[in-house]
């Protein structure tokens, strides 16, 4: 669809990530952004959106997205239950009726579909190995969209997201808590990448992503989730976090939190230079430079 002169694009899931994508996209197209509250909207036309309500678990709400715009950035995680990413087939099932078919795709999935590689390396061309049923939902969504995308002529770039962080979403408050970190020994590899390089990587898409393509969208650091703790301590003059077998601090935190801690993976991005984006913070350590040591 074609709106002043400008390209259309609908971004489904405008939350923190997807207000920065607006905010470099607005300039030079038409951006609507899905949102299920209206208490959303005047953020979002703020931002540069126009803003449209709807909600992904209830398609009635859809009717408009259908053949709204040709690119598609769908950053709304699946709901929180069951091993089927039913919001991303009710989206696609909807598209599908456009008369405006949409021509590029852009999705935003999580590296946790990876497994647990006890700290070995991954690239795009590792076989999934979700361990858990939010991995399992982003598998099946990854999925649905490959057998949709080239039946429907479209072009599909999956995006596969580590940890992301940037001044106001670092684990401050876990280690004001003193949360326990694992030993070194047990201690899983994490991976990150910070907002503003995440965001700028899914605009880089919108030019540079190829069809049926997955990329690893990640700065490509090798860090251990308790040193990855101990650096933004150190950074904002805190206690380091304790550290504990694993075996002992699995009775300490939540089933979700002990699912991230216990995965280790260290992810690789060697396509990520088909985006053409250099990265603002190529490690957490870079960015810590940046800000003030006073939390």
């Not at 596969?160 to 684990?171: E, K, M, Q, S, T």
């Not at 030019?207 to 101990?230: A, L, S, W």
């Not at 699912?259 to 396509?271: A, I, L, P, Y």
Request: glycine share 8%; proline share 6%.
């Amino acid at each position: 669809m074609q709106s002043f002169g400008k390209p259309s694009i609908l971004i489904i899931g405008c939350g923190d990530i997807g207000l920065r994508v607006v905010k470099q996209l607005a300039r030079s197209h038409r951006v609507f952004a899905l949102t299920s509250q209206q208490s959303r909207f005047q953020e979002l036309r703020e931002a540069g959106a126009i803003p449209l309500l709807g909600n992904l678990d209830q398609p009635e709400t859809l009717w408009r997205l259908s053949g709204l715009a040709q690119t598609i950035i769908h950053l709304a995680p699946p709901q929180n239950q069951g091993n089927r990413d039913c919001r991303t087939r009710n989206l696609i099932r909807i598209l599908a009726q456009g008369s405006n078919a949409v021509r590029r795709l852009i999705y935003i999935s999580t590296t946790g579909v990876y497994g647990d590689h006890g700290g070995a390396k991954v690239s795009e061309a590792t076989p999934v190995s979700p361990q858990s049923e939010r991995a399992q939902r982003r598998v099946d969504a990854e999925r649905a969209l490959r057998l949709w995308a080239p039946a429907h002529g479209v072009a599909l770039t999956i995006l596969r997201v580590p940890g992301i962080y940037a001044a106001n979403r670092l684990p401050i408050e876990r280690l004001q808590s003193k949360t326990p970190a694992l030993i070194s020994e047990e201690d899983a590899y994490s991976n990150h990448i910070h907002s503003d390089d995440l965001a700028s990587l899914v605009c880089a898409a919108v030019y540079h992503g190829r069809p049926q393509r997955v990329i690893n969208t990640c700065d490509g650091g090798e860090t251990k989730m308790g040193d990855y703790f101990d650096e933004v301590a150190d950074a904002f003059g805190l206690d380091r976090p304790p550290r504990m077998p694993g075996a002992q601090l699995q009775k300490l935190v939540s089933p979700m939190l002990w699912s991230f801690m216990r995965e280790s993976r260290r992810v690789t991005n060697t396509r990520l230079h088909e985006l053409k984006r250099p990265l603002c913070y190529p490690s957490v350590g870079h960015f810590l430079k940046t800000i003030s040591k006073n939390p």
